[in-house]
DNA sequence: TTAACAAACTAACAATTGTTAGTTTACATG
DNA sequence: CATGTAAACTAACAATTGTTAGTTTGTTAA
């Protein structure tokens, strides 16, 4: 078990805070406040409060591409390559309740690596059409505009880290077990 | 047609710097710029930045709150309620593109009215759920855990505003007839 | 004991924040 | 012309912002 530096656990702490409250009403000084610390001395560890937030959401936007990147070279059809991605959003979301938050409502806060963060997003998405399209046309799944399905599924799996928090008695295999049944049979009986 | 006030147009301007940057980072001398005035003009019109964010959110979450109540007094099945709740959100996202970035990132930032915007969401969220709990009873929906589906459903609907801009192609009737298809039959063939 | 280092501190900075006070301008109404 | 009003302006404020410089403290290693 590795032990958490310091610079770590500010980043930690700052996710959280800026979860609550949003990344440019978190001040330095509640950051150093949470961390029982002057906000001068979280400089001895950190170079920026802009660091701070690129560090969280780009760690983050990679993990998603690599995930993806699995996910594509593998064997499933089109509906297991979706129950995979939706496993994905699940594992990630459940580890970072706190730094989904940030890469969901302050990328804009992004400065130099605004474009890079981009670019992972768009082909992100550009991946998961992709496997709707693929599945559109082996006859796997529905013929419906893949724009709107996309849309659909994705918003649901990038809010899971406002629900998660609120359900401790939910398992994860579970959860991702009935969003497989929610998000791919529908409700209707 | 009723002529716009100018406060009107300032909260209307400001709701679209909101949803581009979030409450905390729109500074009033941004919000006068872009109003091609001196910040201290906008005092004028309007008596502060609080104010103005307590109007947009509160405005549209009242409106919410209308809509379930008529929707829950119709003599629709509980299907045929989910697909008003659909359309419902379909309407008023897309002629308040920029207001719902409010309503969903910066309710946090509300002080006086936060309570009440929060019994507001609550209430719509017991409603709804007591759709989907009546539509299992009555054996109309699939016996999945109601939380997860209200979950799935609403955080879709509810992040609509951040789509809706990017397909103007797309006509409303078929966006929401589209989402039915989506949310209630799903996606598998 | 001494040297090195991690990690805290105090004090201060320049810039930016929301807001107020008091004044000016332009136009419509009598 | 005189008056009232809507809507802009300039100037300034006290508070807060992210950050830097320089210093002190406590622990570890030689």
Redesign the pocket.
């Known amino acids: 078990m590795k032990q958490e530096t ?1 610079k770590e656990e500010i980043i930690r702490v700052a996710a959280k805070l800026f979860k609550e409250k949003g990344y440019s009403a ?4 509640d950051l150093a406040s949470e961390m029982g ?5 979280l ?3 950190i170079n ?3 660091d701070i937030l690129d560090t969280i959401i780009i760690s983050l936007a990679e993990e998603f591409t690599e995930g993806m990147h699995i996910i594509q070279s593998s064997r499933e059809n089109c509906i297991g390559k979706l129950k995979q991605i939706i496993q994905l959003h699940v594992k990630i979301s459940s580890q970072n309740i706190y730094g989904m938050a940030s890469l969901n409502n302050d990328w804009m806060h992004l400065k130099t690596k605004r474009d890079y963060y981009k670019k992972l997003r768009v082909d992100y998405e550009d991946d998961f059409r992709g496997i709707l399209k693929e599945g559109i046309a082996s006859g796997e799944i529905v013929d419906v505009n893949p724009e709107v399905m996309m849309f659909s599924i994705l918003t649901t799996l990038r809010s899971l880290y406002i629900w998660i928090p609120k359900k401790e008695d939910l398992n994860l295999e579970e959860l991702s077990s009935t969003l497989n049944q929610i998000l791919i049979d529908g409700i209707n009986k």
């Open positions: 310091r978190v001040t330095m000084r610390i002057k906000a001068a001395s400089y001895n560890h920026s409060k802009q």
